[in-house]
């Protein structure tokens, strides 16, 4: 049986050998030179966070960069999404940073905090590209309900940011200090500056992650500033595409389907929810909203809008089943062959909400007949 095996074996490795031989060539693909990692981490030119000296002629803070560096350059495709999402977002951090007078460093927390992912959650259940929670993000003027999180959107939540790092610098006095009570929270730096009888970051003992926190946005600054000494060649066409978009102010009469939007920007539903991360679900709340719509579709946007807006709310009218006693969503479901699923995301309902007698349910189904739908 193992001499059976072995002449499989064998004749596989000819077999594939002679196909590859007579094959046509594949494009050769690049040779990655990687800089040893030993060359990495030696620094001799003076580093700053936000124009702060990192005092690296001390061996512990040396000690602590070199293991933040090393494990940032251990995970190359992490580094490589950094940068490809850097040409997306990073434009327009950095010119709202400017416009606030605010150093262009802190851009590199909003790269380790979420590495600029707008949908990304902790297990303290912060959201967004600057990990805000409910509280802080409410706090700093944020929208967060069932129908818009504005932790979500690139521009809201680093206005939030920015109004956040400048109470912390100005109570504080560091930019230092201020990206560790960013990240474990002011009161508990302060109290932890009373107790050690130090207002240096450096030579705190704080919490392992707020030790480690400027030390991986120093390793952040490091790599995307210089990132060919690191090993990463990336060409303009390897980044992604700078955002590109219209915006405009819709006022919502009442619950509209995001489906509508997306057919007056001659785009498709993704696209919409893509450009506007904070809107939750499949309908714009009723209200005031901005909306970001893909460029150049702004010109004719208002007219193709309220015609299908109308178009949409007189089909509605047909749609409209009136529960009835003894009904329920698995009931009506099945009752119209459409999957449940489907009658939650019409109607905005969570699977645990109760229906009663009277109440209206939006039922987009041919087996609709005239005695089922509202008068």
């Known amino acids: 049986m193992r001499n059976i095996w072995i002449i499989l074996l064998l004749f596989c490795i000819v077999f594939l050998g002679a196909t590859t031989v007579q094959s046509e060539p594949l494009e050769t693909l690049k040779t990655s030179h990687f800089p040893s990692l030993i060359s990495c981490v030696k620094i001799n030119s003076p580093l700053d966070f936000c124009g702060e000296e990192v005092p690296l002629d001390k061996e512990e803070v ?13 995970d190359r495709p992490q580094v490589i999404l ?57 706090k700093y003027g944020l929208t967060i309900n069932s129908d ?13 940011a920015i109004r956040y790092f400048k109470e912390l610098r100005d109570t504080l006095g560091s930019w230092s200090l201020s990206a560790a009570a960013y990240n474990m929270g002011e009161e508990g730096l302060k109290s932890e500056i009373l107790a050690q009888k130090t207002n240096n970051y450096y030579y705190l003992y704080l919490p ?7 030390f ?13 000494k690191y090993g990463f060649y990336l060409t303009k066409e390897d980044l992604y595409p700078p955002l590109q978009f219209d915006r405009i102010k819709l006022e919502c009469s009442q619950k509209t389907p995001i489906h509508v939007i997306a057919q007056a920007g001659k785009t ?29 579709t702004l ?77």
Not at 64 to 70: A, G, N, Q, T
Not at 148 to 160: G, Q
Not at 208 to 214: A, V
Not at 216 to 228: D, F, G, T, W
């Open 62 to 74: 040396r000690e602590r960069l070199d293991k933040e560096l090393l494990l940032s350059l251990w």
């Open 82 to 138: 950094w940068m490809k999402r850097s040409s997306r977002h990073l434009p327009h951090i950095e010119k709202m940073l400017k416009e606030n007078n605010m150093p262009e460093d802190l851009k590199y927390v909003a790269i380790i905090e979420s590495a600029l992912r707008p949908h990304v959650s902790s297990s303290k259940r912060a959201i967004g590209f600057w990990q805000f929670t409910k509280a802080t993000g409410r």
């Open 148 to 160: 818009i999180d504005e932790r979500r959107n690139i521009f809201t939540s680093t206005r939030a």
């Open 208 to 214: 392992l992650e707020t030790q480690r926190y400027i």
């Open 216 to 228: 991986r946005i120093v390793s952040a600054k490091l790599i995307l500033s210089n990132p060919e």
């Open 268 to 296: 498709h539903f993704k696209v919409i929810k893509d450009l506007n991360p904070e809107i939750r679900g499949h309908y714009l709340s009723k209200g005031s909203h901005f909306i970001l719509i893909p460029k150049g």
């Open 299 to 375: 010109r004719g946007f208002r007219a193709r809008y309220k015609k299908l807006l109308n178009q949409w709310l007189a089909n509605n009218k047909k749609q409209v089943y009136v529960v009835k006693k003894g009904d329920n969503l698995s009931s009506i479901a099945d009752r119209f062959n459409v999957p449940l699923p489907a009658v939650l995301i019409w109607n905005g309902l969570s699977p645990k909400r109760n229906i009663y007698p009277g109440d209206q349910l939006l039922i987009y189904s041919n087996e609709m007949k005239p005695r089922d739908i509202q008068k």
